[in-house]
Every structure is written in structure tokens, then in C-alpha cells.
């Protein structure tokens, strides 16, 4: 399946090193204004070939908008967004066409399809993430009109952890990281990691402010569920938690509980989310990205025949997909976030003007239709 969502549905397709890439984004609301322009700002914090720390790829990631808008609103149709490849360098991966690169997908889309595209990955590369990015930038628009908003940083490299938490920090460095203090020392973790032909994971942190209690189904439509899919829909991403996440493990209940009072919350060990719907807490996902698996550095591998080779990966590769990964994880929790909220409202409409209310959450009647 290329589609995810439900209310509010989004498509992609294209390959990393085909024509172009693109989305359909269907189910979105008619009057948002949205002009070709506005998606230039999270395309480019996503983007590669910006620092010496990420792919040396460098995409214009112009977007084309298709349809779905007319005279700078959308209309409530479809809406098709295209960007168009432009620097493509296929040849680098001729010589694995062949071959399976471990810890690559590879081999599990040739045992899928008995075919595989080798170029970047095809559909498997990170390249496709641009699309969902861009989906996102209406996505966060509308939510915003909201009160909503979602921001994200990176909270591990390695083994390297912020010493510190500020958000002010995060948009003013390359790795979006909360401390800038660290950033001189990441750059020469990030150049001796590069030049040492090897990779690193990495762990990124979103939050969403201002979701009001009430997104979010009981048991299949769980919010926390459909945030958890969306995530691990990443390419690189092996791990996924909710608020304290595997954390709660070694905690006790008596501790782990969030005490509700008049003036609200006393703690957000749920990240936001109890029971699978929201809580009007900040909702507050945790993503762990395993290390690039294309390296300069040899490894044993398999060809198609099943004979042992030799694999060197040529070509352009982050030494850490998780230094752009920040970008896209806004994108997926934004995109859910609306799908839930578009749920909720076709099922509940203003049932929330008499449900009760707790100091420090927000009411489903404070916010905008």
C-alpha cells in the first residue's frame, strides 16, 4: 500500500531516481491558502546537500501543484503535488544491481516482487519522504488555524545526548539539536564518522501543542496506534515510543500515573494520550532511526544467484539519515493529527460543549471548526 490516513488520505509514488516524485492528498478541507511558495521552507530543512553532513544530492524540490487549488485555496478536491528529479546519478549503483547491500531492503523487496529497482533504492529510498513533507506543510496550516502546532528536534546521535533543551536552538544548526553548545562538537563527531566510511543512528523527538482532548478512537483507531504506525512507516525507523516509552518499564505505577488536578496535569508520562485519544496534554513521540546501511565499506553479501560477493555501496549517502529526520516526523504527526481531528469532528461534532473541563487542557469547543 502507498496510501495511509483515512478521513484525510494521502498517497505518494515515484522513485528516488525516476522523472519526479509525488502525492495525492485527498479529504482535505475546501478555503486553506496555499501557493507553491509555502512549501519551500520545511522541503529545504528536509532537504540534502545543504551541509557537508548529509548526501551530497542536491534536488530544487520545486513543487507543482496539480490540482485540488484554485486561485490560491483549496477547493476540496483532490490535491496532486508533483516535484520533478533533477539530480539523478544512477550509474552509482550499477555494479549492485546485482547485489544485496546487508541491512538494506534489497532483499526483501526481491523476495516480495521478484524484481527491484537498484537506482537509490527506488521506492525504498528516503527520497520518498519529500512528498509526505510536503503533504504536511497543509496539513500544518490547517491545524494551526487551531491552535496546533508541531515542532521536533533531535535528542540522540550516537551515543551523543543534548546537555541541555532549547528550542530556540534547534532551527539554528544542521542537526536540529536543543543545545547549542554541542553543535562544534557534533561536527567533529560527524567528520570523523564520515571519514571513516561508517554510520551512526540516531533518536528524534516531536511534540504537538495545543491538541484538545478527545482525538483519537477507543480501540482501532487508537491515536497513539496510528502515530506509532505513521513513525515506523519511516524508512530507517526500528523503534517508536509514546510519551516515556520503554522508559515506563522501570518505573513504578505509583510514579508513572499522571495526576489529574483542578489546575491540571501534574506530569505527561502518556505523551498526551490515554486510552488511545488524546488528553489536551502536548502529545509527544519519541522515533529511533538504525544507522545507514549503504557504506563505502566492504561487507559480505549475496548476488541474486546466491553467491558470495563483496558489496561496496559508491555514490551519495548520509553518514545519519536521523540529521533530516526531524522534518519528516513533523510531517507524519501533523498528517495524523488532522486525519484524527477530521474523525473526530464527523463523529462527535459539538459533543464537546458538554463535557466536562480541566484546567490546563484544552476544551474541544475552544477550538476553531
Known sequence: MNSFG??????????????????????????????????????????????????????????????????????????????????????????????????????SYWQKYGIRDPRGGGRSSARETTMR????????????????????????????????????????????????????????????????????????????????????????????????????????VKGVEIGDGFASVASRGSEHRDVMTPAGFLSNHAGGILGGISTGQQVSVSVAFKPTSSLRLPVQGLDVDGNVVDVITTGRHDPCVGIRATPICEAMLALVLMDQALRHRAQCGDVGEVAPRIAGTTSITDTKR
Open 6 to 107: 483515512r478521513l484525510l488520505r494521502v498517497t505518494t509514488f515515484g522513485e528516488s531516481h525516476g522523472p519526479a516524485i509525488g502525492c495525492v492528498l485527498d479529504g482535505c478541507p475546501p478555503g486553506i491558502a496555499i501557493a507553491p511558495e509555502d512549501f519551500a521552507h520545511d522541503l529545504a530543512r528536509r532537504a540534502t546537500g545543504k551541509t557537508r553532513h548529509t548526501s551530497a544530492r542536491h534536488e530544487a524540490d520545486e513543487v507543482e501543484i496539480l490540482s485540488g487549488v484554485h486561485e490560491g485555496v483549496t477547493t476540496g478536491t483532490p490535491i496532486a503535488l508533483l516535484i520533478r528529479n533533477t539530480d539523478q546519478r544512477s550509474k552509482d549503483y550499477s555494479a549492485i544491481a546485482a547485489q544485496f547491500r546487508p541491512g538494506h531492503a534489497d532483499y
Open 133 to 236: 513533507v510536503a503533504a504536511a506543510v497543509i496539513a500544518k496550516k490547517w491545524l494551526a488555524q487551531r491552535g496546533v502546532t508541531v515542532r521536533g528536534c533531535m535528542t540522540q546521535i550516537g551515543d551523543v545526548v543534548p546537555r541541555g533543551q532549547d528550542w530556540n536552538a534547534v532551527e539554528g544548526n544542521p542537526f536540529f539539536w536543543p543545545c547549542a553548545e554541542q553543535v562544534a562538537e557534533l561536527e567533529t563527531y560527524m567528520d570523523a564518522l564520515r571519514k571513516s566510511g561508517d554510520s551512526v543512528g540516531a533518536r528524534v523527538l516531536v511534540v504537538a501543542d495545543g491538541v484538545p482532548p478527545g482525538w483519537g478512537e477507543p480501540i482501532y483507531g487508537k491515536l497513539d496506534g496510528e502515530l506509532a504506525a505513521a513513525m515506523m512507516s519511516i524508512n530507517a
